[in-house]
């Protein structure tokens, strides 16, 4: 990019009124400013102990791993909320949620079974993040109290609860994906197409 400064002086020549006019190349009008895209900065990490560097690094990687999945989670139950309200009948809407429910457990059941505990249970804030909702709730809410009790109850046999909310202010592993999300974001190195992976 090749600017051309104008000056522009009054009568008397008082410098305290000189004003400078940025010429750009490929434009034909003279402006006092350049605009600039907006870019966010972040103070570089600094650690306390190397434990909490490994600990910071873990949970990134496995916040950045996840995070696809709740995005994808977040649009598909957006998409679910407005066709429900159009159909009227409530044994259709049933029927309509657990083909919804099968087409995701095929789409995804084999990566979801490959995660750990810890992505999981990440996973299961993200969704929280993303939609505002804990996975128990939106169970409750789209199928029954029942079947939301027993995937809890499942959950806890891993040692994860579909109950957790997202609290970045008050949990510590919580403000690290925030963190680590918002970075991401600023850098743009954060992947929402599980394609990229």
């Known amino acids: 990019m090749l600017f051309n400064l104008t000056l522009s002086y009054s009568q008397e020549k008082n410098y305290k009124d000189l004003e400078v006019l940025i010429m750009i190349e490929g434009d034909s009008i003279a402006t006092k400013a350049i605009n600039l895209s907006e870019i966010t900065m972040y103070p570089a990490l600094t650690f306390d102990t190397m434990e909490d560097k490994v600990r910071y690094y873990t949970i990134k990687r496995k916040t950045l791993k996840v995070y696809p999945y709740a995005v994808l989670a977040s649009k598909r139950l957006e998409e679910l909320n407005k066709r429900l309200p159009l ?12 083909i919804v429910e099968r087409f995701i457990e095929k789409e995804f059941s084999v990566e ?22 804990t996975v128990y709730k939106l169970i409750k809410k789209l199928r029954n109290g029942f079947r939301a009790f027993s995937y809890n109850s499942l959950a806890k046999l891993f040692d994860i609860s579909i109950k957790k909310e997202y609290n970045p202010e008050n949990i510590p592993e919580d403000a690290i994906i925030e963190d680590v999300l918002k970075r991401a974001y600023a850098d743009k190195s954060i992947k929402l197409s599980l394609k990229d992976k």
């Open 87 to 98: 159909i009227k009948n409530r044994s259709k809407k049933k029927k309509y949620t657990k």
């Open 112 to 133: 979801l079974k490959k995660l750990t505990r810890t992505e999981g249970q990440i996973l299961i804030k993200l969704v929280y993040r993303e939609t505002g909702e």
